[in-house]
């Protein structure tokens, strides 16, 4: 390599793509073509970086000790990115340098999966946005330093201010998830209703608002909330924090929904009417919606005085509506009252299924039956044993992405209470106006495809639980495994072999069990199955991403060792 500055076996510092630290590396060697080194970090990670991000070890060292005092100078002195996952996740992190990494998670992101709908892009484009801005101001920063001809101060402005006027993901999305839950719930009423449809004429004001509904949902709110503080069931604790803390959950979720059960089946004994929920169902969402947004401005309030350590590594942009839309807080308690571990796993998840059996009863008074037909028992039975199967292993969700990294924001909370209980159930909803008779041999089949789907869900959820509570489970150890530099390893065979979201393709393959029933008559019942690939092409990829930075060579290796994503030799 005569023309090249670094030779191959040179110890140099390498800048971290996307962030300002660097660390030291070996030079393997230099592409002519794309003009790049490859370089190898001290844990094994390699990358290809360009000339510029690449200082000699001893000009470095002189440079770095003139410098500031700031704690994004002190970590460059660390040795490798192994070491940045580590900092980053103590609790000294400053929070633009984690902010910094999640943009890096972002990009890659980004790069890497070219998606497949418009719809999955804009879930990313508040992100790109972001980081697009943030890398202008450090190549303005370079340019400063480099001819000092550019006023800094002023550049910087400019482009902060140009962000002021771009129109991040979160404001699109703040505006569209309450739009489009409107939407498909004035769809659904329609005789033939249809995705594809120009939105149907808004009720007026009043229609939307009913005291009552308000009221019902506080009862319902209070309920759960009761249920989950009862001293019963098992205290289970959750993953390890930044500080090394280990939080405790009141795990009883099976419970809460057997009591529900119990009151519900006694309201409609007593003569309660449960089509209430049926006739009253945009009363309820909206006052759910009310509810949601007064709690999601509860958290970003809190969230301003929260300690870093108890904040999450995105969501802290400094941007207001991003942050209240992301999240920031990561776990958001009054006294031992978990916030984010409620909402996810109570009122929206058992309202679901008071949701679903309400419509059953309004099925049968619509259409004059004796009982709910085929297609509505297969959604109601298919959902509840969903909801069920998630509450009796309540503990697994305490190792999902939701509980160990977002942060509780508006998303969030709006998804836990309003998303789910009210377009989870358009099924059921649907159903009640557009009956759909099934064959026999048709229940078998779908009865077959969702007890597959289930089975895999399960058994794949359990292995990972089973094996990130304890790795030297001796039940587990016929599977192979890699070690990673953090400590924790990944499993490379059993289900997580096959796929690198096993669990990902057994709920795909569910969902499609639930829309079935509904029949092919329209694209509406069949929202769930396009809404759910898009979330999970999106979470794999964002899970991809953040396991890339947590486990950086290692997981390279799982990815050529376990080819596929979701589907074998398909995706
Ligand atoms: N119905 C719905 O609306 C809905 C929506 C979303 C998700 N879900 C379901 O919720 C469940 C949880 O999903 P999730 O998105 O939180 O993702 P997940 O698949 O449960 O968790 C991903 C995490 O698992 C760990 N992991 C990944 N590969 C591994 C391997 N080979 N060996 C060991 N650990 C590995 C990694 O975390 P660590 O290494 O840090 O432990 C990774 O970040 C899934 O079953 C999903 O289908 C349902
Ligand atoms: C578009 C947005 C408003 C997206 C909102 C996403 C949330 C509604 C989901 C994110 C993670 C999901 C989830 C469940 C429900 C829906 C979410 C909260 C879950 C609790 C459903 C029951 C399952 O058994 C489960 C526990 C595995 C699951 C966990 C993830």
Redesign the pocket.
């Known amino acids: 390599m005569p023309t090249v500055k670094y030779q191959k076996g040179d110890t140099v510092m390498g800048r971290w793509p996307g962030s300002s630290l660097y660390y030291e590396v070996k030079v393997l060697g230099f592409k002519p073509r794309t003009q790049l080194y490859t370089v190898i970090y001290k844990d094994g990670t390699e990358l290809e970086l360009k000339e510029q991000d690449i200082k000699s070890v001893s000009g470095f060292q002189t440079r770095s000790r003139s410098r500031s005092r700031s704690p994004s100078r002190r970590r460059s002195r660390s040795r490798s990115p192994a070491r940045t996952t580590r900092r980053s996740s103590s609790r000294t992190t400053s929070a633009p340098s984690s902010r910094r990494d999640s943009k890096l998670k972002d990009t890659v992101e980004v790069r890497l999966s070219p998606l497949v709908s418009a719809a999955a892009a804009l879930i990313l484009s508040d992100h790109l946005i972001f980081v697009v801005v943030e890398r202008l101001i450090e190549r303005l920063k370079d340019a400063g330093k480099n001819n000092g001809r550019l006023n800094l101060t002023k550049l910087t402005s400019l482009v902060s201010l140009l962000c002021l006027f771009l129109p991040p993901g979160a404001y699109f999305w703040l505006l569209f998830l309450p739009a489009w839950v409107l939407f498909v719930i004035l769809q659904v009423n329609l005789k033939d209703p249809s995705l594809v449809n120009a939105p149907p004429p808004l009720p007026p004001l009043d229609a939307f608002w009913d005291a009552q509904a308000l009221g019902f949902v506080i009862l319902w709110i209070l309920f759960q909330a009761l249920l989950y503080i009862l001293p019963v069931g098992k205290l289970s604790e959750g993953m390890p924090l930044r500080s090394g803390e280990r939080l405790k959950y009141r795990t009883n979720g099976f419970f809460a929904i057997v009591v529900s059960a119990i009151v519900a089946g006694i309201a409609v004994h007593q003569g309660v009417d449960l089509t209430y929920v049926h006739s009253h169902f945009l009363q309820l969402a909206t006052a759910t919606f009310i509810i949601s947004v007064l709690l999601s401005i509860y958290l970003y309030v809190r969230s301003r005085y929260a300690s870093s350590a108890e904040l999450a590594l995105g969501g802290n942009s400094g941007n207001v509506v991003y942050d209240f839309f992301k999240g920031h807080e990561l776990n958001p308690r009054i006294k031992n009252f978990d916030l984010k571990f409620f909402c996810e796993m109570r009122p929206g998840l058992i309202g679901w299924c008071l949701i679903n059996f309400a419509m059953a009863l309004a099925e049968m008074k619509q259409q004059n039956l004796d009982a709910p037909s085929y297609a509505m028992i297969l959604v109601n039975l298919f959902q509840l044993l969903y909801v069920v199967d998630g509450l009796w292993n309540e503990e697994a969700i305490l190792?999902?992405?939701?509980l160990?990294h977002d942060g509780f924001g508006f998303m969030l909370a709006f998804g836990d209470l309003v998303w789910v209980p009210f377009t989870y159930t358009l099924q059921a909803y649907y159903l009640v106006s557009h009956p759909n008779s099934l064959s026999l041999p048709a229940v078998t089949a779908i009865v077959i495809l969702k007890l597959i789907g289930f089975y895999i869900?399960r058994k794949s959820?359990s292995e990972?639980n089973a094996?990130?509570r304890n790795p030297s489970d001796p039940k587990l150890s016929h599977l192979k495994t890699i070690p990673t530099a953090t400590g924790?390893s990944?499993?490379?065979s059993g289900w997580?072999g096959v796929v690198?979201?096993p669990?990902?393709l057994g709920?795909l393959i569910m969902a499609l069990a639930w829309s079935l029933p509904c029949g092919f008559s329209h694209l509406l019942p069949w929202y769930y199955m396009i809404y759910?690939i898009i979330?999970?092409v999106h979470?794999d990829s964002r899970?991809m991403s953040?396991?890339r930075r947590?486990y950086g060579s290692a997981w390279d290796e799982?990815c050529r060792t376990v080819r596929y994503r979701i589907i074998p030799r398909v995706y």
């Open positions: 190792t999902t992405m939701d160990m869900f959820n990972k094996f990130r924790k990944l499993l490379v997580w690198r979201h669990n990902y709920d759910f979330l999970l979470r899970d953040e396991c947590k799982y």
